[in-house]
């Protein structure tokens, strides 16, 4: 599916209003442009109002332009309204008008351009576009970016047809080992909120979780376990982590924003912070973790300024989580069910997370309407590496083996090298999942040139059965900063731009500069 990601990060040394709005990755070789913009007063103004009327925490600080004039906005010529309404056409009309201002500020020039060519790309290929979006500034981590649309009448961005949408960021620890799953399995843990009951809630979410519709053919699903943890100690819910194999996290109870990726209280006085839970998650191959609780995706505030990275879901993305899904602000129970039910139905349909995001989305939209807020709270966040596949059906056409197989079913195919031409000495072989290439020490094959990033290229093995078959297929894919990536073709060198290319035996590749080192991709006794 063609990815196109784009980051926003203010320009520290040229004014408080300064920002830079750039495409990190794109599905064609020139579409990786760039633009400097300035931040309208109009759009803080609007913030301001939206704060007023949705947020249900104290405001945080506007980030630049931060005046308290009052807006002379045309939404409040016509229409008043008094704090805490969030019902009527004045809603809809604001949540609309800042989706719009949110779009036109991003989407211009040659970024709107990159991002129209990359959707003719997809409808090309007869896909959806897969489109990530990286807030650098923490002050910006709070706007409701799900609502932008580009004109009155058509959908948000998060709502589309043709897109899927959701955020990343690219200060990210490397993906753990992914095993195929072809079912959900999910440690749903019940926290402390003096507001739960925590035998009903968690009756009520294990059968949300697993709810298969009546009218429908059940075959068509995926299996789905639960099982509970009510009010775990830090110790015990670490211990079911890495004693059984969940794919799904799926926390319900009280949470609070923290520097250090936000708090989960799990029994009175007892808490665990994202950065601890981080690093159960990532040890223990969870793929999604979900917080039913309030401020998931807020960062945490210091003197009314936003601290960097300090969310839950942007922690856990930070330390390789491959995705996250929390709550910008306060949900209610009803919409907070409402939505899992629609997501978890999708996720058992064997949609990829985003798509099932967005479905349970327009659940969300079709049961409260879009001048209520609940379809904007959740905030999926996504790994830059990670294809948003949870489970996948392996019945259905060719049978992707799982890496775990390998050993016993392919333990008579050939094993493939990376080799310098210049140096007999260095000979690193491939190993049977994903082999990492890059300039640190926490790459597979180090390269401590400068020109080397610290996240390179990877080259990872698809392995399928045809006709019986066993075949694998060797890939190397670019992640480097500026697509410095080569291999030796036809007609000279050329570079790999952040996408993925089949290697063949006696293939010349190089890192970094394109005077470096060369390297020969190897598969014994071909």
């Given at each position: 599916m063609p990815s196109l990601i784009l980051a926003i990060a203010r320009l520290l040394n040229t004014g408080t209003d300064n920002f830079?709005?750039?495409?990190?990755?794109?599905?064609?070789?020139?579409?990786?442009?760039?633009?400097?913009?300035?931040?309208?007063?109009?759009?803080?103004?609007?913030?301001?109002e939206w704060q007023q009327m949705f947020a249900g925490y104290n405001q945080l600080a506007v980030p630049p332009n931060s005046t308290s004039q009052n807006s002379n906005l045309l939404l409040s010529d016509s229409i008043s309204f008094s704090s805490g309404q969030t019902t009527g056409p004045y809603s809809s009309r604001l949540m609309q008008y800042l989706g719009m201002l949110l779009w036109r500020w991003v989407f211009d020039g040659q970024i709107l351009g990159s991002l129209e060519r990359s959707r003719g790309i997809a409808m090309g290929q007869h896909t959806r576009l897969r489109f990530r979006l990286e807030i650098r500034d923490p002050e910006l981590v709070a706007f409701p970016w799900e609502i932008m649309q580009r004109e009155p009448g058509q959908s948000?961005?998060?709502?589309?047809?043709?897109?899927?949408?959701?955020?990343?960021?690219?200060?990210?620890?490397?993906?753990?080992?992914?095993?195929?799953?072809?079912?959900?399995?999910?440690?749903?843990?019940?926290?402390?909120?003096?507001?739960?009951?925590?035998?009903?809630?968690?009756?009520?979410?294990?059968?949300?979780?697993?709810?298969?519709?009546?009218?429908?053919?059940?075959?068509?699903?995926?299996?789905?376990t639960v099982n509970q943890l009510l009010q775990p100690t830090p110790e015990e819910l670490i211990q079911e982590l890495e004693t059984k194999a969940y794919n799904v996290f799926f926390y319900a109870g009280h949470g609070l924003p923290d520097p250090d990726g936000g708090l989960l209280f799990l029994q009175p006085g007892m808490t665990l912070n994202g950065i601890e839970l981080a690093q159960a998650l990532n040890r223990t191959g969870v793929k999604l973790a979900v917080f039913n609780a309030c401020w998931g995706a807020r960062p945490a505030v210091s003197n009314n300024q936003a601290i960097p990275a300090s969310s839950l879901a942007e922690v856990l993305i930070r330390h390789g989580v491959p995705a996250v899904l929390g709550m910008r602000d306060e949900i209610a129970d009803r919409e907070s069910h409402s939505f899992i039910q629609a997501f978890a139905e999708a996720l058992r349909l064997y949609k990829p997370i985003d798509e099932a995001v967005t479905q349970a989305r327009k659940e969300l939209l079709t049961l409260y309407r879009f001048n209520q807020p609940a379809w904007t709270l959740p905030v999926l966040y996504l790994h830059p590496d990670f294809n948003g596949e949870l489970v996948k059906n392996l019945d259905e056409g060719i049978t992707e083996l799982p890496d775990t197989a390998i050993p016993d079913v392919g333990s008579g195919l050939p094993s493939a090298s990376l080799r310098s031409l210049s140096s007999k000495d260095k000979t690193w072989f491939l190993r049977y999942g994903v082999t990492r290439i890059g300039r640190t020490k926490d790459n597979d094959i180090v390269i401590p040139e400068p020109s080397v990033s610290?996240?390179?290229?990877?080259?990872?093995?698809?392995?399928?059965?045809?006709?019986?078959?066993?075949?694998?297929?060797?890939?190397?894919?670019?992640?480097?900063?500026?697509?410095?990536?080569?291999?030796?073709?036809?007609?000279?060198?050329?570079?790999?731009?952040?996408?993925?290319?089949?290697?063949?035996?006696?293939?010349?590749?190089?890192?970094?500069?394109?005077?470096?080192?060369?390297?020969?991709?190897?598969?014994?006794?071909s």
């Open positions: 830079a709005i750039w495409v990190v990755k794109a599905p064609y070789p020139s579409g990786y442009v760039l633009r400097d913009c300035v931040w309208p007063v109009e759009l803080t103004q609007v913030w301001q948000a961005m998060s709502l589309s047809q043709d897109l899927l949408f959701s955020r990343t960021s690219s200060e990210v620890d490397p993906l753990p080992y992914l095993r195929t799953d072809q079912a959900l399995s999910i440690l749903l843990v019940l926290g402390h909120d003096e507001n739960l009951q925590l035998e009903q809630e968690a009756l009520i979410l294990q059968q949300t979780l697993t709810d298969t519709p009546v009218d429908s053919n059940s075959q068509k699903y995926a299996p789905c610290k996240r390179h290229a990877e080259i990872f093995c698809r392995n399928t059965l045809t006709d019986a078959t066993l075949v694998r297929t060797y890939y190397l894919q670019d992640f480097s900063t500026y697509g410095t990536t080569w291999f030796l073709g036809p007609n000279g060198w050329q570079q790999i731009l952040r996408e993925e290319v089949p290697l063949k035996s006696g293939m010349q590749l190089k890192f970094g500069s394109a005077k470096g080192e060369t390297w020969e991709f190897i598969i014994e006794d």
